[in-house]
């Protein structure tokens, strides 16, 4: 299957919280029990250059992208087979790039490596500093 296309706008300074779901073609969740999980934000999808490389072993200020599920909080997925993409007010305050590109990989505990989501980021440039 091909990966989804999404374009989104991380806002410099501010908290970036969103919720994606994976489910199978029946509309069921995946179970993401074991897997591991990569984004990476880069100028163009040939540059070397890296703007932002997260994981799902998430930084000490929470940026991540998180697959665990746990009821009422905000930084991690509600349920199985949803993924929380997090990246807090202070990392998104060093990011200065304009427009990249991004893709997003899960990769299971038998080696499969899915690509989930790719598209194009926006950064909207923080005027209160």
């Not at 908290?15 to 999980?37: F, H, R, V």
């Not at 697959?67 to 997925?77: F, I, K, Y």
């Amino acid at each position: 299957m091909a990966a989804g296309r999404y374009l989104f706008t991380i806002e410099q300074g501010a908290t970036t919280d969103l919720l994606l779901e994976y489910k199978d073609s029946n509309g069921s969740p995946i179970d993401l029990n074991g897997y591991q999980a990569r984004m990476q934000i880069r100028p163009s999808v040939d540059s070397s250059t890296t703007y932002l490389s997260i994981t799902n072993v998430t930084a000490s200020d929470g940026t991540g992208l998180n697959l665990t599920p746990q009821s009422g909080s905000v930084t991690l997925p509600s349920s199985s087979g949803s993924i929380g993409l997090f990246i807090s007010a202070a990392s998104s305050s060093a990011l200065t790039f304009s427009e990249g590109v991004y893709d997003i990989e899960l990769q299971s505990s038998t080696g499969v490596v899915t690509r989930l989501l790719e598209g194009i980021v926006k950064l909207s440039k923080e005027v209160t500093r």
